[in-house]
């Protein structure tokens, strides 16, 4: 059986706000990208679950309150999005991006950082 490399990479936050992201990530196989991806893993193997992880953090790197989790059991490969909501102002947060087939095969990003907007002067 031919072995699949399996990639999940993670793209700038689109939209960030005071209290919303959207966080952007792109899985693919063996390099590609595509949504036929039968003939792609031979009829094998597909995505069973994607998504993204994001935790607020301070400023000296500490983690503060749980890790987040989304995901999804959409079999496409490619790119995908996922908004956030509830996040503090001016505040930093750290994410990446996941992704499962049906070998059992995992890959995750490294983690990226993304500051959410302040609050606007006299609010």
Not at 63 to 75: F, H, P, R, T, Y
Request: hydrophobic share 35%; charged share 25%; no cysteine.
């Amino acid at each position: 059986m031919k072995k699949i490399n399996l990639g999940a990479y993670p793209s700038q936050p689109e939209e960030i706000t005071k209290t919303a992201a959207t966080l952007v990530g792109q899985i693919t196989a063996d390099g590609e990208s595509s949504a036929n991806q039968i003939e792609l893993f031979g009829g094998s193997s597909i995505i069973t679950k994607k998504g993204f992880k994001w935790q607020e953090i301070t400023d000296e790197d500490v983690l503060e309150g749980a890790e987040q989790i989304w995901s999804s059991s959409n079999s496409k490969m490619g790119f995908f999005t996922h908004d956030i909501t509830g996040l503090d102002p001016e505040t930093r947060y750290k994410w990446l991006i996941f992704a499962e087939n049906s070998l059992g095969q995992y890959a995750e990003s490294s983690w990226q950082t993304f500051v959410t907007l302040p609050e606007p002067e006299g609010e």
